[in-house]
């Protein structure tokens, strides 16, 4: 029961994330949205204590160093919808399932509209699971990106305001390098894609992910 019920999530939601270009993690429940400067990721988590899934969405940065992929933040909350459980009956548990990707792929798609760092730069970021430091930091790098310097002044007073409240190994430094290259906007812009690139590079390598495609701009 433990494999059909798992098969079902799978199947699920691979007929609906898969023709609109979403990449599989190899076999996990696991799902990017590849946006150039961003994966939106969405995981179909399940529990310990019961068979099913939760659904939680929400976009990854790639000028960070993150080692395994999750919803690190994003506009609203990463956890979408409700629990669905499997109580015995597999294709009312299917037809839920086809439900819950289909809450899923909505958020994709208005992730999708964040693409262009100029509309994404004065989008707030929110999280309830990791260091308020991580929206925050995001938020800023995004105007960084899109070359908004004024704007990146005005956010790097967030950034020191959740660094206050829960302090980060190393972030600090990175908020004065980034800070100190605000008066060159080609050498900074480079600079994040360079990062940006290199974690692209990172996830292309590791199984599951090797068909992740050669963006044209951040490689």
Known sequence: ?????????KQAVRAVLKPKGLLQKGSAR???????????VVEFQGSWCDRGSYLNIGMQHLWNDWEYLFPVCGTREAREGTWVGYKGNP??????????AETAL????????????????TKPL???????FWPAWNQFMTAAL????????????????ALGRVPIDGAE???TQILSLLDEPQKIHAYIVDRITAQRLYWRSKP????????????
């Open 146 to 161: 899109a070359g908004d310097i004024p704007l990146c002044l005005e956010l790097a007073s967030k950034v020191r305001w």
């Open 208 to 219: 599951g992910l090797k068909r992740l495609p050669v963006h044209p701009e951040y490689g």
């Open 106 to 121: 909505e958020r994709v798609l208005a992730y999708r509209t964040l693409a262009d760092p100029e509309t994404a730069k």
């Open 173 to 175: 430094e990175m908020l």
């Open 30 to 40: 696991i799902w990017i949205d590849d946006n150039g400067w961003f994966f939106t």
């Open 1 to 9: 029961m433990e494999e059909n019920y798992n098969t079902r999530i």
């Open 126 to 132: 929110v999280s309830s699971v990791i260091a308020p």
């Open 91 to 100: 294709e009312l548990f299917s037809q839920e399932i086809t439900s819950l």
